[in-house]
DNA sequence: CTGTTAGCGCATTCAC
DNA sequence: GTGAATGCGCTAACAG
């Protein structure tokens, strides 16, 4: 019973040749080790838990790719956990897995408050966050710099000669997508000198149909902006349309810029000038982190933020 | 400790008080139930295996959300596993999730092969798929029927007297979204007694770029077809957008008509016609019907089809 | 290199 | 209604 453990595990104490005879009763008795007593007696399960604030975001997605790969390359398994943007369910299924024994734990975007702190603090595994920060250096976390991100989107305009720039805004709730790009966008005006219009900004939902929702809104307006800065591809997407709906061009009427580079910004007419969150790159990263941290090794304490770029397509002109 | 167990399990054999009084231990000593140990011993682990072929694919993901609310529902958590396409990584994955002791798998998409099969049989748990099907009845299933869809969106190009249509397919080798469609497109032509050309058939790989691939080679040909039907989304909004990067005005010079109904189709001009596959039901129809599975109760056996419906909206126009 | 032993943390008998 | 005993299938330490 223990050779047979041994053989299992790949341990090299075991003689090839029953080794051999191991497998082809294994083979012969359809034998399936069972991974939950494995977990029980070796109190490692090999597995870690991924939680994804919204499956049908094409962002995450991307990042939850990265941290397939890397997993898969560490023989680590994954179990995604869709928390359908609900935090009531974002900290039922941490608690869901960590009962669970995952090894180590992976959370992605969204907004961290005082309750996920509270139950990541009842966690004997790691974790790291993904996509998404916290204020001091409560947890490790690997994100873009939200608020530069959105200050260069909105720069490009500047350097086009806009003067006037609407944004729309996700949540301002949201730290992450929401504030922090809103505070990119207000200091990219103010280093340009720029009063800052709170009527020039459309708080949306991230959707597309919001996006349409802001553009008509700024198109109702009697001193019309002539550029867009959109916290998110698809609400940009969404403000191309209506601006075309209302029989705009754009950019020759007004311009488009937007953060993610999601791979629906290559799918608009005029592309989609945006700047590029590295988002296989933030899963990779922070699930390579993640298996640091449960093997135990020594990382540098805080943060790590990746780099972004602004990716310059058809839809921004000079004023 | 029995007793514990009986709270924690919610058995009613315990005195309230009792019941108060480990309640408050339990929150006193941060006690956390060890659902693998669990599992160990009841032999079960209220979770169930989700194989989903691309994690970035957003019908899957409509689907996932289908499942996962009629799981949590039945109190079931769910494992989803990204297969990435691959079908050794499927395999893997398959029993990967059968190790973990999952009290049932769901199988979506992709193409079932024999190797599948075989994976499949050496399963103590029931499985069922889930947007795909395979010969027999061998397993049971929930789709719908991928060639009906093709046929009556071919036919309806066919009513607004469209006599030369073109196909943008996906892999033939793919029995469900690639052939089915395609034979579903051959007999609407058949029925309405237009010679099949082959000329007429162009096949891509699902995505955005394949659909533009294969508009240019429309566009490059003598006798350029009246209207297109595409076996994706997808490729659709790429056959628009390479139409109208080619001068070309949909539906006026060209139209365009898909299966899938996915958020994109709302999500490009003209707004895309497409037939629509009721995603969310298919992935709650085939949880529902595993929990039934795993509940040992009697179903019906065989293939559940649910309906799908022709959307029309803009991209198609009389000839 | 291989077999024996003792838990892992719980659910499930069975007594009381 | 409660506690004590047994074992789920495996790994880990130990002895040989």
Redesign the interface.
Known sequence: MATVSRVVNNNPNVKPQTRKKVFEAIERL?Y??????R??ASKK?T?VGVVIPD??N?IF??V??GV?DIANMYHY??????A?KRKEKEIRVI??L????VDGLLFMGGNVTDEHIQAFK?SSVPIVLCGTTVDGDLLPAVDIDHEKAAQDAVKLLIDKGHRSIGMISGTLQDPNNGFARYNGYKKALEEAGIPFNEELVRVGNYR?ESGIEAMRYFLGLEARPTAIFSATD?MA??AI?AA??GGLHVPEDISIISVDNS??A????PLLSTVAQPMYDIGAVSMRLLTKLMNKENVDKGKITLMHEVIQRQSVAEV
Chains 1, 2 share one sequence.
């Open positions: 359809g399936r080790p069972n991974a939950v007593a977990g029980l399960t597995t499956i049908s094409a997605a991307e939850a790719r397939e398994n994954i179990i995604l956990c869709n359908d608690n869901t960590l009962e669970k024994q009842t597309y698809e997407i969404g349309h075309q709906d791979r629906m290559s799918m608009v007419r």
